[in-house]
């Protein structure tokens, strides 16, 4: 089995790595997905349409998309990530916020 990484770089990356979460979300018995969405990297944002589509659509487990880079702050600040990640929390299981 290959990882996320090389499913990423590999020849039908797209496919590869959708499949691969697909499986790791069956696996685990997930009861959510959450991926962020690192703006600078246009190959992995590229297919994140595809992941939802995949997990949410055919599997039924909820997708969040946490927007974010891991480089530039101006893009989400850690306070906007962490409610952007609490609302989603919180529609889905209910949980309690995230504390600061």
């Known amino acids: 089995k290959r990882g996320f990484t090389c499913q990423g770089y590999a020849e039908n990356q797209a496919s590869g ?3 691969e979460l697909a499986r790791l979300v069956k696996e685990y018995k997930a ?3 959450i991926a962020m969405a690192h703006w600078s990297c246009q190959q992995y944002n ?3 349409r595809m992941m ?3 997990v949410q659509g055919k599997l039924g487990v909820p ?3 946490l927007n974010g880079d891991l480089l530039d702050a101006r893009v989400a600040s ?4 962490k409610a952007d990640l609490a609302s989603f929390m919180t529609s889905v299981v209910g949980a309690k916020p ?3």
């Open 63 to 65: 997708f969040f998309m």
């Open 78 to 81: 850690s306070e906007q990530m």
């Open 46 to 48: 590229g297919i994140m």
């Open 52 to 54: 939802k589509d995949e």
């Open 98 to 100: 995230l504390s600061s």
């Open 17 to 19: 790595f959708v499949a």
């Open 31 to 33: 009861n959510v997905a």
